[in-house]
């Protein structure tokens, strides 16, 4: 008994663990990055996507589907715009681990959201990402961001 | 006539520009990923799962098709192994850019490979990619590992 309470004991250990967020470097610098993931998604639910562009360096680059990658703020924020009549109901991002490496991070993780086409079906969808993160002017800058939803090839 | 020909000369160096590759980070650094990069095809194409799965650190994750994130060796290499009677018959991956960071690196651009089912049809395949290296034991080891094909979502 006094074995079986302490194999569970152990294993709720691992289990949070397991499932919990690393994130390494100065707090300021991962707050930012957390606080820019956040208003991206806010972003994409508003339709803004002047703001939503923002978020990327001016030489960002995304990894979208059917298409080679695409560079810099008026290519991404083309790709980004839903067809006319679609919406955005949610979008959430969350990291599964950030890393400082100086003016740079890597950042991985699951997002899910769910959308909205003109003829009102709603979809939901989720899938991982990975995204390269660039310190620019003191604030960060997605430099590369490439997303699979889950059943992606 | 003189304008049209220093057009053309403009135009081919921007377009040489343009498809150059990227590399920042000390030669040796950059070779090893560069070698790395191949051996990783190779060993595919040959079927060699043990030493397709040495390229990543033991705590490297891939992002791959229809599943959460994988980690580890042993989910790897079993993620990695085709199914039986196929055959990878050509893999090769074009870097756009390698910069690295202290002991880590980014990397990304395209992939192109064939490969056979067991019934002999042939398919073809290109992709896009993004890889964060990690230098471990003076060997650089790939620790995220996320594709695309250019017909994903």
Redesign the interface.
């Given at each position: 008994m006094h074995l079986k309470i302490k194999s569970t004991l152990l294993l709720l250990f691992l289990g949070i663990t397991f499932y919990a967020q690393e994130y390494s470097g100065r707090g300021e610098d991962i707050n930012k990055i957390l606080t820019n993931i956040d208003n991206f998604s806010k972003a994409y639910v508003n339709a803004e996507y002047d703001e939503l562009t923002l978020f990327y360096s001016t030489d960002g680059?995304i990894?979208p589907?059917?298409?080679?990658?695409i560079v810099g703020h008026k290519a991404i924020k083309k790709q980004w715009i839903l067809p006319k009549g679609s919406k955005m109901l949610s979008h959430k991002v969350k990291p599964?681990e950030i890393?400082i490496?100086?003016?740079?991070a890597?950042d991985?993780g699951?997002y899910q959201g769910s959308s909205r086409n003109k003829k009102g079906i709603v979809f939901t969808f989720k899938g991982?990402?990975?995204i390269?993160w660039k310190k620019t002017d003191n604030d960060w800058k997605i430099y590369?961001d490439?997303w699979?939803?889950?059943?992606?090839?």
């Open positions: 680059k990894f589907t059917g298409a080679d990658i599964e890393k490496i100086d003016d740079y890597y991985y699951y991982k990402y990975v390269v590369l490439i699979k939803r889950i059943d992606d090839k």
